[in-house]
């Protein structure tokens, strides 16, 4: 069973430029949570989706950033316009339905995306 | 917004040492999570604990809920190189929001051989 996919590994933009994270789920979750790993804020909870839907946003920056997660293909996180302070470890994780699932209420994160904005 | 202090922030010892990591709140967890995190890769659950007084172990690490259910702590017996990685606690969300995780700093912790 494959685990939770991010693409591409790293990425490099330039400011202004977009910046587009993918991010396919463990086989079976239709849960996706995307966070975000600065080096002087540690790890932060960004959004919460489930398919078609935004459930929590809360950690969303309120410009530039958008998310997705439609009914079929991967998750994206969408960076308009990026900015120096945009660079940073972009994590996906997945997780199945609640309660369901030998796994439970556990999240499984991927290995996630580096961007560096130049 | 409950806030999660972990101590110490680094950590340097030797191959066979043993060490404690700890993480504080000033409100009451439902339930704590550890994660470990090596260099370019994500975060990986060691453990999640739920009641009070709990003691948990995996191998070398044994993991402990404060009573109040305020505190936790990691503790490692004859570390390893293996060891090395950022450590960290997580809260959980409630309900549905289970995977809406709020993290501590983390402690880094690197053994040498």
């Known amino acids: 069973n494959a685990g939770v996919m991010q693409n591409p590994r790293h990425l490099v933009r330039r400011r202004g430029q977009e910046a587009r994270l993918r991010c396919s789920p463990m086989?079976?979750?239709?849960?996706v949570y995307w966070y975000r790993q600065l080096p002087e804020e540690g790890l932060k909870f960004m959004v919460y989706?489930?398919?078609?839907?935004?459930?929590?946003e809360s950690g969303m920056p309120k410009e530039r950033f958008s998310a997705e997660f439609p009914k079929e293909g991967p998750s994206i996180l969408r960076i308009q316009q990026v900015v120096r302070g945009d660079s940073a470890a972009y994590f996906c994780?997945?997780?199945?339905?609640?309660?369901?699932?030998?796994?439970?209420?556990?999240?499984?994160f991927g290995e996630g995306s580096w961007l560096t904005v130049v | 917004t409950q806030l999660l202090e972990q101590s110490p922030q680094f950590l340097s010892i030797q191959e066979g040492e043993n060490l404690t990591v700890y993480c504080n709140s000033s409100?009451?967890?439902?339930?704590l999570q550890w994660y470990r995190q090596e260099p370019g890769e994500g975060p990986v659950l060691l453990v999640t604990?739920?009641?009070?007084?709990e003691v948990k172990k995996l191998k070398r690490l044994t993991f402990q809920f404060g009573d109040a259910r305020k505190d936790s702590s990691l503790h490692i017996t004859a570390a390893q190189p293996g060891d090395t990685g950022l450590y960290l606690c997580?809260?959980?969300?409630?309900?549905?929001?289970?995977?809406?995780?709020?993290f501590g700093q983390g402690t880094i912790l690197t053994v040498h051989p």
């Open positions: 994780a997945s997780s199945p339905g609640l309660g369901q699932g030998s796994s439970g209420n556990t999240i499984y």
């Open positions: 086989k079976g979750h239709s849960h």
């Open positions: 989706l489930q398919k078609e839907n935004i459930i929590d």
């Open positions: 409100s009451v967890f439902s339930s």
């Open positions: 604990v739920v009641t009070g007084g």
């Open positions: 997580a809260l959980q969300g409630g309900g549905t929001s289970y995977g809406k995780l709020t």
